[in-house]
């Protein structure tokens, strides 16, 4: 049965939101954009029976699998260390993955990841990258690095809408009570206590990237519970508190916090920061977001090493490489390649499909991976749309929503200030337990349907934003983010996903380290290409 409008609001962002927005229901006429994603079509292809296969090899010292930030990190370090003979194939039209961008008359803007949290430390691969670009100014005499000023968020970085007004920050203060007052101040020492935390080894408890830190169990066992569990054993009972540590567990994780290991959400708060309070330097963005950081990453590939629109569908390893067959996206015609190295650098699922091996013996560790579904929705709008209360911010978060609210993608320029269009970047991770069913709910939804929850989800906060859109365009993400349930990160699964298999295949992806950050899928990249470094004989001085 065809839900109506306010079911369908209800069922994908709340009843808050589908209550908030039958009081803003003025006609409006829909706005005009589409859906822009297609490679799911393409992708399911590897579900169906045998593909065809050439029977002419080209050859190649190093595949990588992959164009998202873990495979163009691998062929970044493989560049640095003079491999001249590197190939990345990529089945989407554009490099990326979850950290692409796009473009249109206003701005650039993210279609996913859309910041890079500045690091603590001057050491390891995500530094040296920063490097590249130019972002580090300094490093002061304790090592922590400084960075460009015009790269750093900019003031009003965070606001949150609650009934009717915006407040400053993403905690809402706003009618707190002395006990919610006080249990944040209780819950901010206990995540100092976490960070200032190192074991016999000098290793810190919560690291980035995460394999950084300490194995010890007295953090580790941390694994076995969910966040949730871990706040109400510890007396963590306030509503606002609790609304806080949900968001950013949807945020990092696309889950909530009964869905998320404690470990994972006690990371989130403790591994960039110092122990005192003090965070990172901040955060870095672009109007493309993290889209910025793959274009650096795939600068240091030739114009004929990157190739996109190739669907690999099978890895076959050998005593002398590994032999791949892949299809063409665009004509289905058949091509083959025979590779010294090969770097898979795609998810589990996807290489549960592509591994032959696995297909003819699947491991059971596979089935520990789970991923949550995510829509992104970029709409153009002809100005920054009125607010009541706090002033628009960069990140722009509702309270009474299961999205995630919007990120501005010109707020580094100042742009809104001179009041001129700009593209509001709107987030709606699938939050729930059944991540088939909301996989299937988040593909099966129309384009009117996406039009019509984006303008829901806005018009409580923006009555006049319906006058001001010009364009929408919905990206989803149907395998986004691995989650780290509890027992993952420290779990059997994870390990041996990490493992390469025999002397020529090995496996880069951010779902290795169990987070969807970017640090973990540059590390895990990385990790993969002194591998095939190792594998080719050949020695460089090692990045991680």
Same mark, same amino acid.
């Given at each position: 049965m065809e839900l109506t409008r306010r079911e369908l609001v209800a069922a994908f962002l709340g009843a808050s939101v589908a209550s908030a927005c039958t009081r803003?229901?003025?006609?409006?006429?829909?706005?005009?954009?589409?859906?822009?994603?297609?490679?799911?079509?393409?992708?399911?292809? &590897?579900?169906?029976?045998?593909?065809?296969?050439?029977?002419?090899f080209e050859p190649v010292d190093v595949l990588i699998v992959g164009a998202g930030a873990a495979g163009l990190s691998a062929a970044w370090r493989l560049s640095a260390a003079g491999v001249k003979d590197v190939r990345v194939v990529e089945l989407?039209?554009?490099?990326?993955?979850?950290?692409? %961008?796009?473009?249109?008359?206003?701005?650039?803007?993210p279609w996913g990841a859309h910041y890079l949290p500045s690091p603590l430390e001057d050491r390891g691969p995500v530094m040296r990258l920063l490097r590249e670009m130019d972002a580090v100014t300094g490093v002061d005499a304790e090592g922590h690095p400084s960075f460009a000023e015009e790269l750093l968020i900019q003031e009003p970085d965070e606001r949150v809408f609650y009934k009717g007004h915006w407040y400053e920050g993403l905690y809402? !203060?706003?009618?707190?009570?002395?006990?919610?007052?006080?249990?944040?101040?209780?819950?901010?020492? !206990?995540?100092?206590?976490?960070?200032?935390?190192?074991?016999?080894?000098? !290793?810190k408890a919560f690291a980035v990237p995460g394999a950084l830190s300490s194995d010890d169990a007295e953090w580790t066992a941390l694994d076995a519970l969910s966040m949730a569990q871990w706040m109400e054993a510890e007396g963590? !009972?306030?509503?606002? &508190?609790?609304? *806080?540590?949900?968001?950013?567990?949807?945020?990092?994780?696309?889950?909530?916090?009964?869905?998320? %290991?404690?470990w994972a959400g006690i990371w989130y708060f403790a591994a960039r920061q110092n122990g005192k309070g003090e965070r990172s330097d901040g955060f870095l963005s672009w109007p493309e977001g993290n889209g910025r950081l793959v274009k650096q990453?795939?600068?240091?590939?030739?114009?004929?090493?990157?190739?996109?629109?190739?669907?690999?569908?099978?890895?076959?390893?050998?005593e002398d490489g590994c032999r791949v067959h892949a299809l063409d996206a665009r004509t289905g015609a058949p091509r083959a390649f025979h590779a010294r190295q090969v770097v898979l650098a795609c998810p589990r699922f996807v290489a549960a499909h592509v591994v032959a091996p696995w297909r003819e013996a699947r491991p059971a560790w596979l089935d520990a991976f789970v991923y949550s579904p995510w829509v992104v929705a970029n709409l153009t709008v002809s100005a920054p749309p009125a607010s009541r209360g706090f002033p628009l911010a960069w990140d722009n978060v509702f309270y009474e929503s299961r999205s995630l609210g919007y990120v501005v993608a010109t707020h580094q320029s100042l742009r809104q200030d001179a009041r001129g269009p700009t593209v509001l970047t709107w987030y709606l991770p699938m939050a729930g337990a059944d991540v088939k069913a909301e996989r299937n709910q988040a593909l099966s939804a129309t384009?009117?349907?996406?039009?019509?929850?984006?303008?829901?989800?806005?018009?409580?906060?923006?009555?006049?934003?319906?006058?001001?859109?010009?364009?929408?365009?919905?990206?989803?993400?149907?395998?986004?983010?691995?989650?780290?349930?509890?027992?993952?990160?420290?779990?059997?699964?994870?390990?041996?996903?990490?493992? %390469?298999?025999?002397?020529?295949?090995?496996?880069?992806?951010?779902?290795?380290?169990?987070?969807?950050? *970017?640090?973990?899928?540059?590390? *895990?990249?990385?990790?993969?290409?002194?591998?095939? &470094?190792?594998?080719?004989? &050949?020695? %460089?001085?090692?990045?991680?």
């Open positions: 803003h229901q003025a006609p409006r006429a829909p706005v005009p954009g589409a859906i822009v994603d297609r490679a799911v079509d393409t992708g399911h292809k &590897l579900r169906g029976g045998p593909l065809p296969r050439a029977q002419t989407e039209a554009e490099a990326g993955g979850t950290s692409r %961008s796009g473009r249109n008359g206003v701005s650039a803007f809402l !203060r706003a009618g707190a009570s002395a006990e919610d007052l006080a249990e944040l101040e209780r819950f901010d020492a !206990r995540m100092n206590g976490f960070a200032a935390a190192r074991d016999a080894k000098g !290793r963590f !009972r306030s509503p606002r &508190l609790k609304w *806080f540590v949900d968001y950013a567990c949807r945020d990092d994780y696309g889950a909530t916090s009964e869905h998320v %290991s404690a990453l795939a600068s240091s590939l030739g114009p004929r090493q990157l190739e996109t629109q190739v669907l690999v569908h099978t890895v076959e390893p050998g384009y009117a349907d996406w039009e019509a929850l984006v303008m829901a989800d806005l018009l409580p906060a923006h009555p006049g934003v319906g006058a001001l859109a010009q364009r929408l365009e919905v990206q989803r993400w149907g395998h986004a983010m691995v989650r780290p349930q509890p027992g993952f990160l420290w779990g059997d699964a994870r390990r041996a996903a990490q493992q %390469s298999l025999g002397r020529h295949l090995h496996f880069a992806h951010t779902d290795l380290g169990g987070m969807a950050l *970017f640090e973990e899928a540059n590390w *895990f990249g990385v990790q993969a290409a002194e591998r095939a &470094l190792a594998g080719m004989g &050949l020695t %460089s001085a090692s990045w991680l």
